[in-house]
């Protein structure tokens, strides 16, 4: 097939961000009310060509960027703010590499300790690999300094993949997160244990040669 390339590239939060609403009226099955979530916004979204950043007055009274939060409350979670939000997640480009210590650090002291203790977070969300997989990847760090805080890190779109009752393994891959994702699922309405037993087996099958296709491949580049 052809590739289309588009006259505009955009943020894919910023699709989810328009979606939003559909994906709630029509897709979601679970109420997630009772959730509190935070969000971290990716500074390379909205710090580096922040021009180029969507702001919408119903979020956060637009002092905060809209994708990301906006999905949150079209899905009727509690949104929670907190003071940090305008820090880096830690990986700040070079910092991951160069200065690996200082990005762990930095992720505990500044992200996941402050979610937890100031806005009682049951989970943080992100709209970038990078941010994600730094506060996802490495919590681990903070029992080395006493300071054993952890919470489940995913992105917006596998959140509102939950909250749409997919299966938390299959579909949202939770199996490859460090953070603790169990207690979120359960809370959600949604079996852990029971969608395990269901992956292990599924696995068992892909062992046997009997994969099951979850998409078609010849739909993934245009038609």
């Not at 943080?124 to 990847?137: E, S």
């Not at 997919?166 to 490859?176: G, R, Y």
Request: aromatic share 10%; proline share 3%.
């Amino acid at each position: 097939g052809k590739i289309v390339l588009p006259e505009e590239v955009i943020h894919y939060s910023e699709w989810v961000h328009v979606m939003r609403n559909r994906i709630a009226s029509e897709l979601q099955t679970k109420d997630i009310s009772h959730i509190r979530a935070t969000v971290h916004a990716a500074c390379h979204y909205y710090k580096m060509v922040h021009e180029d950043a969507i702001y919408d007055p119903e979020v956060m009274g637009g002092n905060r960027t809209a994708p990301g939060s906006s999905l949150v409350q079209a899905m009727g979670a509690q949104l929670i703010d907190y003071s940090t939000w305008y820090d880096c997640c830690g990986f700040g480009f070079r910092h991951i590499i160069s200065e690996r210590e200082f990005t762990r650090s930095f992720t505990m002291d500044r992200k996941i300790r402050v979610a937890r203790e100031e806005a009682q977070a049951d989970v943080m969300l992100g709209i970038d690999t990078g941010c994600i997989t730094t506060m996802d990847k490495n919590q681990w760090i903070g029992k080395a300094h006493e300071q054993a805080y952890s919470m489940p890190i995913m992105a917006d779109v596998q959140f509102a993949a939950l909250a749409c009752g997919a299966d938390p393994f299959k579909i949202v891959q939770l199996q490859w997160h460090a953070s603790p994702c169990e207690e979120l699922v359960e809370k959600m309405g949604i079996s852990w244990t029971d969608a395990k037993k269901d992956f292990e087996a599924y696995l068992k099958e892909v062992e046997a040669g009997n994969i099951e296709y979850l998409y078609n491949p010849e739909l993934a580049i245009g038609g």
